[in-house]
């Protein structure tokens, strides 16, 4: 270990961290819950604060950024409910991005709808109430179609109780995630213990009287401030930039209060240390990451994307390295990791094999994780052309328990872990300030593209994939050996540092500023042309969507292919008979029976036994369709986003739709022309659910029959099969068609991408 390091280690202040993330629990908007919310006057205030503890701590050029953003400030959301013989029961709600303003303590019936899903409101006239929903948002649906449906349907304001997924810590638990949603469908959150008494006073029934005083306001078109401190580098203008947001749900302290602390830290402690940059450091605090943005899908990272995109540009060529923070304090695995760019991947897992410090505190030790996903900040300032990582914070039970809950607080505070992070990252940004060429590997993107190809599917539609896998393949071994190259250069400038010979080191780095431009421009080449995101915000390469779509329609084809093989015998039959009425129905019906259980008939069980095969037949062959339409339900519910279609009405379905097509960038932030396609399946999913069901309901009326009722049932057998028939080949008629428009789209795709592969390689040979 280098002298510069040891005297690092030794500065830092765990102890300083840890009250510094303390201390930030003091600005909230709710002074019961807490929330330092997006454009809030405690958000303000903890930026205001930020700025002067770095300048106390001695970052220099401390800029308050500003940024655009819709704010909301959630002053408190109290509900009281009666009982007769006791007193009156008052429950603290936390509350979501949404605007619900009463005038004091108003009176309002609160109506329980269940899972809050378009069939939950039959019979129900929830107009002008509040409805109460249990949810469970890692497993089912986001906050958003279920409050969205409640103000379709006339409700004042949804009033969400944690069913799994979130908050299961205690019964006490509240929850807070962005909304998702317009802020003119109001939305909050209650405990289980607390819904518990509200269902146990409602008696069976599904309404109660409630009194509910609520301050949620949303102001669109407002501003906050993204804190910056700067520790300046010999090389002014080359930075290495760390980040952590200080918006919060609740006190916050692991989400993000001790990432901000231990951000501020590390730079204090390379100051105290002696430490003297070879590139300015910087130290961003981002506003509102939590939410910053009303009514779109991707409504969270805001403010690192107004940062790299608005506010400084110009860091993209200039930024070789973000390192994000988030809930660093506490172990969430047994094995750590660092989440990163493909094109990092090698550096850093070189990097982990040589660290100096100790991994004791991860029994698994500590590995490398590409590529990073949309949950943090990190994506936003990776898709601006910086490369970015952050440390593993999305794995472990921690999100299903105590994330975004009150119960974030410092009972789990974890200091080994912590102090190992303050160690690992420290470290690590002091090595990267001393590589000449950003280590870039491009060779790691291409084999990750190359392995995303689905070549049996692609070749069966006679797309152009081997071509692209072709030029992948060039691409991974040109991606590989400039990558070699430097590392030679690399550690050539860090031999000549080391020996104190700047003046040759600053000739190496000079020399090959261009390159290092070639590399940052390809890298955001890539993450324009090549990342792409899933309806569900999975980060994926363009062709992966479509191929998914193409598996799934083939897998729905041919359910329904085959429920159209289920449905045939009656049918065929009657045909070939040429029924023209009851009585040779009736007859058909008993021969086919007769053939089937001939056992009955030989017994000398005639006509009855006979109506009760033709029932067991229709039964049998009813269950088959069954079966097959839900295959084919099972196979559209995993395109695109319409596995909403199945719960929500068309309304809910198009707004959450639309508003990630047709809105402006403005809306959109990160998310803008990610995702490229989608296919409209909520008639055809509607009417294969109504199939289903018509199926089941026949199946129902007929067991029990008598032998009458059978005969005639049988006479409109032959038409509801043949209108079966004809809608199944609709249906597939139409999947088909969106077969086609899929091959298209992947067709596209590849193209697309073999052209920016071959730009790249290009681009790689020249250096």
Known sequence: MEKTEENYLEALDIGYSYNLAKKLEEFRSNPALGYRTAGSAAERQAGQFLAREMERIGFSDVSCDRIDVDAWEFERAELTVEEAGRAPHHFQLGAYQTHFVTDGPEIFSLVDVGRGTAADYEGLDVTGKLVLASINQREEWWINYPVYQASCKGALALIAVQDGGYGNVDEKALNAQDIAGPEDAPAFSISR???????????????????FDAVSRIRRDAHTCNIVGRLPGRHRDRYLMLSAHYDSYFDGFQDDNTAISMMLEIGRAL????????????????????????????????GAYEEVFRVHPEWRGKVIADFNFELPALMHKAQDAIHSTHEYRTFLETFLKELPVSTACYPEGICVSTPIETWSDDFSIAIAGIPSMVNNFSDGSFMETHYHSQFDNDEFYDEKVYRFHHELYGLL???MDRLAVAPLNFGE??????QSLDREQTKAYGLPVQALADLLEEGELQ?????????????????LLREGNRQEAEELFQAVREMEQTLLALFYQEQSELVTLSWHDDVLFPQETAQNNLRCLEAAIEALREAQKAAEPNQVANEQAGVGDAEQVANRQAGAADGEHGENAKAGVAGVEQTCGEQAETFRQANGVQAYIRKALEALYEIDNNRYAFQFDEEVYRHFTDYV????????????GRIRDHENLYALVRSLMTELAETSSDDSASRGEGESDAVMRSVHATEQEAARQQRLKEARTWLEQAKLRQIACCRRDLEGMQKTVQEMIAKLQTL
């Open 193 to 211: 213990a607390d819904a518990a008494v509200l269902k146990r006073l409602m008696h069976g029934e599904k309404e109660i009287t409630v009194q």
């Open 271 to 302: 100051k105290e240390s002696g430490y003297e940059p070879e590139n300015t450091i910087l130290f961003c605090a981002m506003a509102s990451e939590e939410w910053g943005v009303c009514d779109s899908k991707y409504d969270w990272s805001t």
């Open 429 to 431: 940004l002091m090595r």
């Open 445 to 450: 993107l291409f084999a990750r593209v190359r």
């Open 479 to 495: 991606g590989r050996l400039v990558y070699a190259k430097i590392c030679e250069i690399n550690a050539w400038y860090d031999r």
């Open 661 to 672: 097509l047709s809105q402006p960038e403005s809306r959109t932030k990160w998310g803008t």
